[in-house]
């Protein structure tokens, strides 16, 4: 498997409530990507990173935001929770533009 | 709204059969590629098939592109029950640096 971990891998949540998922790679890919799964949506992309502090918005980012501070991480924060963010979140490497995506485990999160 | 778009949303089909499956999706691309996902798990890469390729082959799976109606198909020959699993078509979307996926096919093979 490629080196790519998330973390945590499940976490309960109250609404209003800031919370910080990570993904941390060890493949030195530029590209990195943050999706959620929803039943009947697929996987919606929220925010990607292009390089170190390169990031942009996907179709799905509001109420979310990003960090790169490092090749290796790639942080994703829900400022305040809402119950509507209750998802399978799943980051995902890549080394060139629209290459093959290698996935991470995923991290289910529910906001009570 | 997404990229790619697949059909049908589900196929079950008895083992040793084809199945196939469909994506279509609205912008250019440079390239196309088709995933799988057990359930509970990560996607995983099964094949890449660049705009200027029209079919491709890897080991029992065939994929075609159609850069004029936008469209993708997926053969899976000869199914096995361990193929049961959602398959998502996903695309550069243009050449934007990032990549977006469908809703996905949940394909079922009963023995």
């Known amino acids: 498997d490629a080196g790519i971990t998330q973390s945590p891998r499940h976490k309960v949540t109250e609404t209003g409530t800031p919370v910080t998922l990570r993904c941390h790679q060890t493949?030195?890919?530029?590209?990195m990507y943050w999706y959620r799964q929803d039943p009947g949506h697929g996987l919606r992309l929220i925010h990607y990173s292009y390089g170190v502090k390169d990031t942009d918005k996907g179709e799905v980012s509001d109420g979310y935001s990003v960090s790169r501070s490092k090749t290796e991480d790639f942080l994703l924060t829900l400022e305040s929770a809402t119950s509507s963010q209750t998802s399978v979140y799943f980051c995902?490497?890549?080394?060139?533009?629209?290459?093959?995506?290698?996935f991470g485990q995923g991290t289910r999160l529910t906001v009570v | 709204s997404q990229q790619g778009e697949e059909d049908p949303q589900a196929l079950s089909i008895q083992e040793g059969e084809n199945a196939t499956m469909n994506c279509s999706y609205k912008?250019?691309?440079?390239?196309l590629q088709w995933y799988r996902q057990n359930s509970g798990r990560g996607l995983v890469h099964l094949i890449l098939?660049?705009?200027?390729?029209r079919e491709k082959h890897s080991g029992r799976l065939r994929v075609t592109l159609d850069t004029s109606k936008k469209s993708s198909s997926l053969l899976i020959t000869a199914s096995r029950a361990a193929d049961t699993a959602s398959y998502f078509c996903a695309t550069d979307a243009g050449g934007a640096q990032k990549l977006v996926f469908g809703q996905g096919t949940r394909l079922t093979i009963n023995p």
């Open positions: 493949e030195n890919h530029r590209y």
């Open positions: 098939i660049r705009s200027n390729e």
């Open positions: 912008t250019s691309i440079n390239n």
């Open positions: 995902a490497i890549s080394d060139e533009q629209g290459t093959e995506a290698f």
